[in-house]
């Protein structure tokens, strides 16, 4: 990592990773650190692409996303090109919240939520077995959400501090 970082930088970290709107006053009371210096190193930390962008999480089953599944597709040929085709179609499907180029059986794993299993059923009819080179698709559905976090671990890099 190409820009250092403090027991101050990674307290602000910590503290924004549980909550991006927490006031700079509060950062300060936190990190004993004034509301300009709070703000020059948050700047600091977006500028050097620390901080990818601040963005709100909602909750699906609110939203009526009742079916969480991870789905992994290999491809039916490989080579660059396949992957690109596949990889450029599957951008406009809002439904993939993430997708992981992975080692293993499969060469993509696929993250989706939908309303119900009728709604996934006929997503992965309609839209994935559809996309350029699908081959083999598994999907796994989620029971139950046991851990699920947005925030990374910081208490490591203190080590150094």
């Known amino acids: 990592m190409d820009i250092p970082l403090d027991k101050h930088d990674l307290a602000i970290l910590g503290a924004l990773q549980r909550d991006a709107e927490v006031s700079h006053a509060e950062l300060g009371r936190l990190t004993h650190l004034s509301a300009s210096q709070i703000s020059r190193r948050i700047q600091k930390l977006r500028d050097s692409g620390l901080?990818?962008?601040t963005v709100a999480l909602l909750d699906p089953k609110t939203l009526g996303l009742?079916?969480?599944?991870?789905?992994?597709?290999?491809?039916?040929r490989h080579g660059?090109?396949?992957?690109?085709?596949?990889e450029r179609k599957l951008q406009d499907l809002?439904?993939?919240?993430?997708?992981f180029?992975?080692?293993?059986?499969?060469d993509y794993m696929l993250r989706i939520v939908a309303e119900d299993l009728e709604s996934f059923s006929a997503f992965m009819m309609s839209r994935i077995l559809r996309l350029p080179g699908v081959g083999v698709v598994k999907s796994h559905i989620a029971l139950q959400k046991i851990k699920q976090t947005s925030e990374l671990p910081l208490d490591q890099m203190a080590g150094g501090q």
């Open 51 to 53: 901080v990818l962008r």
């Open 66 to 76: 009742n079916v969480l599944a991870f789905t992994f597709v290999s491809l039916e």
């Open 101 to 106: 180029s992975v080692s293993g059986e499969a």
């Open 80 to 86: 660059r090109s396949h992957g690109v085709d596949f």
């Open 94 to 99: 809002p439904e993939v919240l993430e997708c």
